[in-house]
C-alpha cells in the first residue's frame, strides 16, 4: 500500500512539473493568423470581418486580465478607417498610443494621413 501512495505522489509530482502555465504578457487570439490571412489572401480578410475578430480578442483579453499586443489597436484603427469610421479609428489610434508609446511616431502619422485623407 505505501509503495501504492509514494507512485502515486510521484506521478502527481512529475505530471505537474510537466504542465505549462501561459505566461504571456499579451492575448494574442486570432491577430496574428488575422494580419498573415490579409496578407496572403486578402478577399478572405474584409476589414468588418476584422474589425469583428479584434473586438472578439479585445473582450477576451480583458476578461483574461491580459494586454492585447502591440498593433492591434493601430490595426483596428486602420480597419475602423477603411470601413469609414473615422471617430472610431481615431480613438483606436489613440488608444494604441497610450498603451505603447513606442508607437507614437507611427499612429502620430497614421493620424496624420486620416485627416488628410490619404489611403493608408
Known sequence: MKIFAVLLMTSSVLLGG???QDTSLYYWGSYEAMVYEMYV????APA?????KLEEDIQ???????KVPPGL???LG??????????LA???LLKEKAMYPEATTLVDTLLKNQKQG???
Open 18 to 20: 510537466c504542465a505549462t
Open 41 to 44: 489572401e486578402p478577399s478572405n
Open 48 to 52: 468588418a470581418l476584422q474589425i469583428a
Open 60 to 66: 477576451k483579453s480583458d476578461a483574461l486580465g491580459k
Open 73 to 75: 489597436y493601430a490595426h
Open 78 to 87: 486602420m480597419m475602423y478607417a477603411a470601413e469609414g469610421k473615422a471617430g
Open 90 to 92: 481615431q480613438e483606436a
Open 118 to 120: 490619404v489611403n493608408q
